[in-house]
């Protein structure tokens, strides 16, 4: 089978290379991707969110199988145009990435499907931000309703600040605090059948100690050792199967996966996102320890034949991730800068170039990450900070307790 992945992040070096593992996937392509994609898929330029440009590209590639990685190009309909060019795709329509692409969409949809989550208001005007502000009080949480790369969320005691975003954007959800850890779960499905993978947690804040702004996600492990027991089971049935009966009775099914990010509280989990895609950098970890072929999984939940897939199978182990950021990042992330050591194993790019004299040099703000996997935590994220401390990056800067509290107790 001949595959294309739309993308270019170390999310999307994690599934080339699982894919590449896979003995039903012949050939791969990746577009844009980036110079760490490069040694395992053709590469193609690509604007991923054009969604005619994204299914031309499938097209002419003769791609047999599409996987959408990021959800600019989900929630534009990049997979109803892959689909329409009768190739199928993994990742959601237009209409079900709205679970992601508008967080007013995705509490309606949990309403109503009785989902638990934080109380919140959905509001257009100072006034009705200021009343919701004062409802919940201090520490206010304020969600800009549309995409914003992992940055339109504001958490904070300063009521001024929580009010100066809610100005800056035209809708905001604002809503009750949610005090916990958190716990990312990717639940596959193909609208029906849902398959849980194994819980992750990533680490939001950009410095050690869960300080400064909040990230895209600055690395993850998985499993959980702290998880109570039948958690995923209860998420299953608590969060994903009402969410994904409700899209279905809504007659626009949900197909793909379903990213379930929660705060385990203390009156237990409860919903603070959904996204319509795998999470970055959640996904490094949990298909470092997925050994079942990810192809044929993949490619069940967009042929709707998922329930007939056999239960997955996992590695022993734990694994863990820590992202090398850009200097300037999340805030005014540098570009330009010279990486050496980035070929190594366990490095999965994101934010990286090939220049023209060969140097691989930084694109973005989240530049790469090292992924390791070993038999216990302690050993997973040692191994993680050795690959690591092999890389270089003028001004590049990482969190230095990435599954620290988690492998000591
Ligand atoms: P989101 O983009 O919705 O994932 O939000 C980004 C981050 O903001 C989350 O990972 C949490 O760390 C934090 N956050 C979002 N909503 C809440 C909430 N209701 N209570 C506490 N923290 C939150
Ligand atoms: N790791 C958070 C996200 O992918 O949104």
Request: net charge negative; glycine share 10%; with cysteine.
């Amino acid at each position: 089978m001949r595959v294309l992945v739309v993308g270019s992040g170390a999310r999307e070096h994690a599934l080339c290379l699982a894919l590449a593992a896979d003995p039903a996937v012949t050939s791969l392509a990746c577009a844009p991707g980036n110079a760490g994609t490069a040694a395992v898929a053709e590469q193609h330029p690509l604007d991923v969110a054009d969604p005619a440009a994204v299914a031309a590209l499938a097209l002419s590639l003769g791609a047999e199988f599409v996987v959408i990685g990021p959800e600019v190009p989900l929630v534009a309909g990049a997979a109803d145009a892959v689909r329409a060019a009768g190739i199928p795709c993994f990742g959601p329509s237009r209409e079900a990435a709205q679970l992601e692409g508008s967080k007013a969409f995705a509490k309606d949809v949990m309403a109503a499907a009785g989902v638990p989550t934080a109380r919140a208001f959905v509001c257009t005007t100072p006034e009705q931000a200021s009343a919701a502000l004062d409802e919940f009080g201090p520490p206010y949480v304020v969600k800009d309703d549309g995409l914003a790369a992992g940055k339109g969320v504001v958490v904070t005691d300063d009521r001024a600040a929580a009010l100066a975003h809610a100005a800056l954007c035209p809708r905001v959800v604002i809503e009750e605090y949610l005090d916990g850890p958190e716990v990312s779960l990717f639940c596959i499905t193909d609208g029906t059948a849902i398959v849980p993978l194994i819980p992750a947690q990533d680490f939001k804040r950009v410095f050690d100690g869960d300080e400064g702004p909040n990230t895209g996600g600055m690395g993850a492990y998985a499993p959980l050792p702290w998880l109570p027991e039948g958690t995923v089971d209860h998420v299953v049935a608590a969060v994903a199967r009402p969410t994904i009966d409700e899209m279905a009775r809504r007659g626009i099914p949900f197909a793909g996966v379903l990213y379930v990010g929660l705060a385990m509280t203390a009156r237990g989990p409860r919903v603070i996102e959904f996204n319509a895609r795998f999470g970055d950098p959640e996904t490094q970890v949990v298909l470092a320890l997925l050994e079942t072929p990810i192809a044929g999984l993949l490619l069940a939940a967009a042929n709707g034949s998922l329930a007939a897939e056999p239960p997955l199978r996992w590695r022993e182990g734990s694994a863990v991730t820590v992202v090398l950021a850009a200097a300037g990042y999340p805030e005014a992330p540098r570009a330009g800068d010279v990486i050496t050591g980035s070929d190594a194993p366990g490095v999965l790019h994101a934010g990286t170039r090939r220049r023209d004299d060969g140097a691989v040099v930084s694109s973005g703000g989240r530049v790469l990450c090292a992924t390791a996997s070993g038999e216990t935590l302690a050993d997973a994220r040692a191994a993680a900070y050795d690959v690591l401390g092999a890389v270089t990056l003028a001004g590049g800067h990482y969190r230095g307790d990435i599954a620290e509290a988690a492998a000591r107790a």
